[in-house]
Structures are given as C-alpha cells and as structure tokens.
C-alpha cells in the first residue's frame, strides 16, 4: 500500500509498505478520503509542539472496512462505509472513567502521535468506528471531524436557543463553531480580518459579520448588543484575539477557548477577576460530538460542501500542502482522494 510520511518538516515520502497487521479489536479500513487539517499544517512546518517526524498525518477521514477479526463480526461486515473518531486513549484514568475522555491522561491521536489515514489503509480499534450515515459522501464524512469540534465547542458553551454568540476566527474550524451554533438555536456574530471567510460565514448562517481590521471587536458587538453576549467563543488562539474576547465579554460572562496557542499568552487578570468571567478550555470531542455532527448534515442542518476548496490525490500531497500555504486566505477545507 502507498502512504505518505512526513520523514521530516516540508519533506513528504511517498512509501510502498505492507498492509499493517490488525490486532484483535481492530479493523482494517480502506481509505476513501482524508482531510488537511491545521495540525497537520503546523507539523508540516515544524510548528506543532505536539507532533515529531517520522509520522504519517491523517485525522480526518472515511472509508470502508476490507478485514474484520473475530470479536468484531456481526457489528461489522467487510465494505460498510465508515468513517472514524481518531482519539486513543487508556481506558483507565480518572478521566476516561467519568465520561471526559477527550482530556485522557494518556492521550494520543491518530496522525499525530501515530500514525494516520494519509495511507491506502489503516488499523484502527474498533470502538473507534462509526458507520457513515448513507446520506453523507465520503468527502462528506472526512469532514464530520471538524465539524465534531463545532459541536464540543458550543456544547462546552452550553448554549441555549435565544442566547448570542461571538466567533471570532472564521477558518474552517470557526465556522463549523458558527454553524453547531446556528444549529442550536443561538444567534451569532462571526468576527475575523479577511472579508472572502466573513462573506462565507454570512452564507452559512451568521446574523452579523465583524471585519476587526475596520473596526475594534467591542466597539462592533456593542453596537450589535448592547447588553454584550451570552458566550464568546475564541477559534485564533492568538494573544490579540484571546484578549480581545476577555475586554468584549460582558460581565459574568463566557469565553471558550477553542484557537490553539502555540506559546503562553499574557491575559489581565484583574479584569477577569473583577468581572467574574469565566475562561473555559476546550478539547477535539467525544463519540457524542461525532453521532450529533453527522446527524446535523444528514439533517442538512449544516452545510459542508460550501467549505471544500479543492481536492487532491494522495501521491500528490505536496502540491495540496503548497496550494493551501499560496491560498491562504480562501482555502477552506483540502482533501485528499486516497482510494
């Protein structure tokens, strides 16, 4: 099988290897389509804190299962369409034993800290697979990912129908916050510097666009709600950003932070004490996020498709790295056809 292993930042190594063997309570899965995420960009660049080389990326992906073990028959048959939830964890620590497995102690994932779906195949445990609703394509479902992200966001949020929220950031990750948002009932405001993400954040449901090159973030949400709103949620993970939510929030309100910083960011905190706000950490997803996102697609609740900007093979990942480094400012989601 072909995959591509990123041997070293900004070199790719497109590899012929064996098919890995799978353990029992794995599955073997085909892959079909597989998405570029931010992290697989950051570790590409040698950015990411998290990530070493040699690793194969891949997160964000569907496909279908070509081999089974014994435990896992009757529950999975050879061709179904799947598509996967990439985090490993142990099973054991406090957390994965109440319920926040997101934040295991031991976590690992897929892509990251091992390797992932850039590959024709891949094994995976198979508490890990969830069969692809038949309404959604594969490049449909190699975004449930991101879109599973959204919705830990604003579940983290604990948004209400009725309530107001500030995006700020409005990359990929950004407006699937906006639309998990939108989905739930709330009412947003979507602020970023580029006018081509704010112009696709209006045709995906935001009540309001902020351009904060033009004009400061709290003067604008001021004037959009004066009594400031319910949550904010920060998709930049920037210092300015992240600071410009804590100076917009009202008063006893709520700041999630989604954006991941690359290094500690200064924050005031006499501000944050004098006005009760509350900063809220935010983390990938569980199995839940995952079955409520592709339910809000079938549903065409939200709406991947507008998001996808271009599609590529998998031998030819460095010209998919190198469109998305020269589009900055327009490329969306990229995804590579793998099978």
């Not at 292993?5 to 790719?12: D, E, K, R, S």
């Not at 976590?107 to 024709?120: I, N, P, R, T, Y």
């Not at 009540?207 to 090159?213: E, F, K």
Request: net charge negative; hydrophobic share 45%.
């Amino acid at each position: 099988m072909l995959r591509a292993n990123l041997v070293q930042p900004g070199q790719f190594r497109i590899e012929d290897v064996p098919l890995p063997d799978i353990k029992e309570n794995e599955v073997l899965i085909k892959v079909k389509v597989c998405g570029i995420c931010g992290s697989d960009i950051h570790a590409y660049y040698g950015k990411h804190p998290f990530i070493s080389c040699p690793v194969v990326p891949g997160h964000e992906f569907s496909g279908v299962i070509e081999e089974i073990r014994a435990n896992a028959a009757g529950k999975w048959q050879k061709g179904d369409r799947v598509i996967v939830e990439p985090s490993l964890v142990c099973g054991k620590c406090y957390n994965c034993r109440h319920d926040r497995y997101n934040i295991c102690n031991e976590l690992k994932v897929m892509g990251c800290q091992s390797d992932g779906a850039f590959s024709e195949y891949i094994a995976v445990p198979e508490q890990k697979v969830i069969k692809l609703d038949p309404k959604l394509t594969f490049e449909e479902g190699a975004m449930v990912e991101p879109l599973a992200v959204g919705v830990h966001a604003a579940e983290k949020a604990r948004l209400k129908a009725g309530q107001t929220a500030v995006v700020i950031g409005a990359g990929t990750i950004g407006l699937m916050v906006l639309q998990a948002a939108k989905a739930m009932g709330a009412g947003v405001i979507v602020a970023d510097v580029i006018d081509g993400r704010l112009d696709m954040a209006g045709q995906l449901g935001a009540d309001h666009t902020i351009n904060v090159s033009r004009e400061p973030l709290d003067t604008a949400v001021n004037r959009l709600l004066p009594d400031g709103p319910d949550v904010i949620l920060e998709c930049v993970g920037a210092a300015n950003t992240v600071n410009a939510a804590i100076h917009t929030a009202r008063k006893g309100g709520r700041i999630v932070i989604v954006g991941v910083s690359s290094g500690d960011i200064p924050l005031p905190l006499g501000l944050i004490q004098d006005r009760e706000l509350e900063l809220v950490g935010d983390l990938m997803y569980m199995r839940p996020d995952f079955i409520k996102a592709q339910q809000l697609v079938a549903e065409e609740r939200v709406k991947l498709r507008p998001l996808l900007s271009k599609t590529f093979k998998l031998k030819e990942v460095v010209e998919a790295f190198n469109y998305i480094e020269t589009n900055k400012e327009n490329a969306f989601k990229v995804l590579l056809l793998v099978n």
